[in-house]
């Protein structure tokens, strides 16, 4: 696993690596530079904690004016299964309407959280709304009307963690994305 040898024994398997990771935030990057088709300014929106450090790598890959926010949204605590009742905890800063949003997420898993968060935004009347996510599992979807716009990886029906993403706010700074081990959860 080379870097990060402090949780190599919490980890089952290593399912995307960070070459994997680079290569296809690059192409995401080319991707996204190439739908937009006039010279607004983009606000990317990172949805706090888990999109962190992909909102920091895709928007160097973004050949267009950008715009950074945040907001913190929170259903899981420290579970492995979604609450279901999705809470704002901290509201984004920028004024939309009229303007490009991209939504950074990390993962798209049941969809309640970017469901919750894209109803609240659409009210705000921006000019228009994509999703970009790192990891997408479909199977897991309950809001089946969820979809990202760009999406880097579709993963199975597997607890992951690292890039970002946590149990238990564990395991982010993983420079990989790995499967938990089931005995450190259940
Ligand atoms: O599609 P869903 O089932 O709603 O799951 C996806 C959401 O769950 C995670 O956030 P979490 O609430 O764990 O907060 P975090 O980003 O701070 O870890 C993840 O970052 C997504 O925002
Ligand atoms: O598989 C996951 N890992 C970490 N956080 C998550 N939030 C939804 N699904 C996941």
Redesign the pocket.
């Known amino acids: 696993m080379g870097k990060n040898n402090v949780f190599t024994n919490d980890i089952k398997e290593v399912i995307i690596n960070e070459e994997e990771i680079k290569q296809r935030i690059e192409e995401l990057g080319k991707e996204i530079t190439n739908i937009y088709n006039d010279d607004d300014d983009i606000v990317m929106l990172c ?5 962190i450090l992909f909102m920091a790598d895709l928007a160097r890959e973004i050949d267009l004016p950008v715009v950074f926010d945040f907001m ?6 420290a579970s492995t299964e ?1 609450s279901g009742v ?1 809470r704002i905890i901290k509201d984004m800063e920028e004024n939309i309407e009229g303007r490009h949003l991209l939504i950074v ?10 469901k919750h968060v894209i109803d609240m935004l659409q009210t705000r009347n921006p000019k228009s709304i994509k999703v970009v996510t790192l990891l997408d599992k479909p199977e ?1 979807r ?2 089946k009307e ?1 979809d990202a716009d760009f999406n880097g990886f579709e993963i199975p029906d597997e607890f992951v963690v690292g890039y ?3 149990f238990a ?1 564990k395991y982010r700074n993983l420079s990989f994305i790995g499967v938990l081990k089931e005995k450190l959860y259940i």
């Open positions: 949805i706090l904690r888990g999109a913190d949204v929170s259903s899981y605590g979604s999705v997420e990390d993962i798209i898993d049941t969809g309640r959280t970017l897991r309950v809001k969820i970002g993403l946590d706010e």
